[in-house]
């Protein structure tokens, strides 16, 4: 199936623990993104990736760190998890100008 | 930075009723995208509709780019179009979306 596929779905974790969420998609796009929906279900985008080079990193806590080996896998790696991490993560891609974006089926992380 | 707004927030509907959902923003854009996230969190693609008018089964969408506005009408609903539905914008050199807060749509058999 062509996709954007996320792993894991669901993630518990406590706080202070380094976990990763992984992305992949085979739709051939150039450009991947992290978003992150918190409990009021708004969705805001973290970082975007663009042939393996980082181009928009949000205000977002230097604990988040994207990698990108290939142009087809965005993963995400989260230091000393806290509670206000708990949240909704999509990752999400694009051919670049145009065409729109297609999510990934998400990732709830909850920190205890 | 751009406004994206969305109304109403939301919305109790019968099944088989009509909607239109409203999505306003401040300023031009390049690409506009109507999302249905649905009970079990999915986000799925409904419209790539930066202007003009597309239709797909019972959903439409049209884009007045001039006047900063895009409509979606769901037509007959059905108790499986719930969820959230939400807009969303690029604009100017920004690379990203810029999501509405969305319209929570619940649609009672």
């Known amino acids: 199936d062509t996709a954007v596929s996320q792993t894991p779905k669901y993630l518990v974790t406590q706080m202070g623990n380094d976990k990763s969420i992984k992305c992949e998609q085979n739709?051939?796009?150039?450009?991947m993104y992290w978003y992150k929906q918190d409990s009021k279900k708004f969705l805001k985008i973290m970082f975007s990736?663009?042939?393996?080079?980082?181009?928009i990193n949000e205000t977002v806590p230097n604990r988040f760190s994207p990698k990108s080996p290939d142009k087809a896998h965005l993963n995400l790696h989260i230091n000393s998890l806290e509670l206000g991490d708990s949240a909704v993560y999509f990752c999400?891609?694009?051919?670049?100008?145009?065409?729109?974006?297609?999510f990934g089926p998400g990732t709830r992380l909850t920190v205890l | 930075g751009i406004q994206v707004e969305q109304s109403p927030p939301d919305l109790i509907l019968q099944e088989g009723a009509n909607s239109t959902l409203r999505c306003n923003f401040s300023d031009s854009v390049n690409n506009l995208q109507w999302f249905h996230q649905n009970p079990w969190g999915q986000l799925i693609n409904l419209f790539y509709?930066?202007?003009g008018t597309k239709q797909n089964g019972r959903l439409s969408a049209t884009t007045v780019a001039t006047e900063r506005y895009s409509l979606l009408y769901i037509s007959s609903s059905q108790t499986t179009d719930s969820g959230v539905y939400f807009c969303a914008v690029i604009s100017g050199s920004q690379g990203n979306l810029i999501f509405g807060k969305g319209t929570k749509l619940s649609v009672k058999p």
């Open positions: 999400a891609s694009s051919p670049g100008t145009s065409g729109g974006e297609f």
């Open positions: 990736y663009n042939n393996k080079e980082l181009i």
């Open positions: 739709l051939g796009h150039d450009t």
């Open positions: 509709i930066p202007s």
